[in-house]
């Protein structure tokens, strides 16, 4: 009895839904397909040059003088709020690697456009992709201006050393 | 049915199936009323954005949520007037005097209708304000941040429903009184049937300042007390006026469902307010004793202040007679808009089964002409017919709101008949009509309210929604309907769940937002806050009496200070986090174990301070409740709560594990 009562009632609920017909069938069209994800998320390693980086700077426009020790005064400020929450100065790695040294493993233009451009370059450089299996923190973008980013690594120099 | 249900289980089952199959017959349901098309109308592909932004009242949650049209995807809801502790909104000491009123601290409120800023009579993009309707407030959010900016409370006010609509250059933003009370300089103490005599409607003129958009109350109309509804201002060569339906013109103090629907027609109020602003430099305004909270947000200092402000101009318009008018209006009038030429009022009588259309000029005629029936509580009544454009004849049960798609057409929501009719402003004929799933109140194009609509879309906001959606229980979502308006015949390609309760909503092209100059990060050069912390080497922890004030700072993924000793019992404990990040969309978050508070949500470059009295002896952990990076769950520390009289010594440190100690 039962069992007959529910069959009836699924058949009666069937035939309703095939009588009723209704909407329309055809597919839900899709008209934008693409889902393209943004440019600094490509890593296209192919044309990117691990000793320049990616960014403003090149070998053309960092040219490097004797040590601004005025400028380094200012980087070292900015450097305490926006840098040192997790690099120190020595070569203790913190959350990111030690500052002792940058200066003579880095090109100076790598420098400064890997802290004023990061993303694109943590996703490129295969030192920095390296560095980022070691720390597993993505250096965030500070959002350092161009001058910032110079003041900073004259305070770098200094800290290497730099007369 | 209770009865029926313990005897006839499976008969019972078998029956709610037919009547759902029958149910799903019926014509225009769900399933037919959706054209084959409406999918790939409402669809927008992942990683795209929305062609408009769409603001919506959150009805009895109090705050505004923001989403995107086509699509109905919610991105954000913006804490206006209730306490959201996801955000720490009314939590955090920062943001506490934002819901302060004259009666302290109000950690709810009731938002009904937004209303977006306007330059010549056209969205510009710059605030949204909303309306509190039990305390009587107005809020403004900066649409630069998304955040709520300014709220300033209403005196002599009571059930702020006829707000927050504005000019067409939001030289004001107005709210009416929907209660009408005794004005707050006067003792409310009467008996309740006193209604005639001592109780009074008010209306706030509240000036936005064009260049930072801060609010004031410029002056007050005081009026008969009525019930005030809703308000829309005149544009264009109805500009200078402003219109607000009346109901309860009965002036009942008690049953109003039947004595406010007692008279055949209430009124629709024309305000000069130019006439306002001179009578007001004339010096005819009176000062009245009030209170009331303005209170306002400090982006440098990310802290709110909140100011009591004692006096308020209140001009009577029934001793300055050439201010107000009444036009008669069938049954209890509740929308009341106006279309994008500014000639034509439409008033919805919410009891009526017609739309009565009046006409601008011939207003200004019969005021010219003195075409009077008289006077009500001392306002001139203007005639019916000699302010009436037409009538438009059946058009649906219970006409709510309308909205206009500056193609000649106006769009009237319908309540009992649930459904949204498309007629012809100039012919007053009806060109189409579509049902809404249920019960629909307000609606909203993008620009419906202003000179210049964009009218693609109509969102229709339902007030039920029965079997819309799973059940989940005896409490269900409120909906939102989207229709395609550009053709002929209106649409339906989608509908989708709101929070709170959607009154009224207003929409923007997206362009218009998004390119406004938005904020991503707040510089930490320029964090004016008093207790800022710029960089770990200023992280530090102070006593001050039983105050204990924390400077720490958070970046991805670590607190300093993350160990703290020597907090005894009976200490406040003010936690200062300065969000040391400066890039997009990097916040964290703090909480503490115990804490009878909420939590921090702080954004780069904000410092947010969260109060925190411990209750017990012991050991308490803290850490980043925003997922921040691979080492967000290693983001957290201690905090050591010591006796009443301990010698602990306060000290705090980060990465310095102190040498550990071998015995207790």
Redesign the interface.
Known sequence: MKKSFVLFAAAAAVVLLVACGGGSSEPAATTTGETAAPKSMVADASSYDPKRGEGKFNEENTKLGALDAALATKGKAIAETKCLSCHKTTDERLVGPGWKGVTTRRTPHWVLNFITNPDPMIDKDPEVQAQLELCLVRMPNQNLTEDDAKQILEFMRQNDGAK | METTTKYFK??L??TA??A???Q??KPK?A??A???????KA?V????HDEFYNFVSGGFSGQMSVYGLPSGRLMRVIPVFSVDPEKGWGYSEETKPMLNTSSGFVPWDDLHHVEMSQTNGEIDGKWVFGNANNTPRLARIDLKTFKTAEIIELPNSAGNHSSPFGTENSEYIVAGTRFSVPPDDVSGDVPINTYKQNFKGHISFVSVNKENGEMDIAFQLRTPGVNFDLARAGKAKSHGWFFFSCYNTEQANTLLEVNASQRDKDFIMAVNWKKAEEYLKAGKGKKVKVKYAHNKWNEATHTATSEIKTEVTVLDVTELKDICYFIPCPKSPHGCDVDPTGEYIVGSGKLAALIPVFSFDKLQKAIADKAYDGEYEGIPVVKYEAALHGEVQKPGLGPLHTEFDGKGNAYTSFFVSSEVVKWNIKDLKVVDRVPTYYSVGHLSIPGGNTRKPNAKYLVAYNKITKDRYLPTGPELAQSAQLYDISGEKMQMILDFPTIGEPHYAQSAPADLIKNNGQLK?Y???DNKHPYVT?????AKVVREGNKVHVYM?S????F?PDNIEGVRLGDEVYFHVTN????WD?PHGFAVKGAANAELLIMPGETTTLKWVPDRVGMFPMYCTDFC???HQEMQGYIRVSPAGSNVPLTYSV?TNKPAETKK
């Open positions: 499976l008969p089952l078998a199936m037919l759902l199959g029958f799903a017959c349901n399933g037919s959706v054209g084959g098309d409406a999918a790939a669809y592909a992942p990683g795209k990060i510089k930490i050069g710029k960089g770990e080497s200023e700072t970046i991805r993924s670590h300093a040391l990040e400066q890039d990097v990076s691979a080492l990465g």
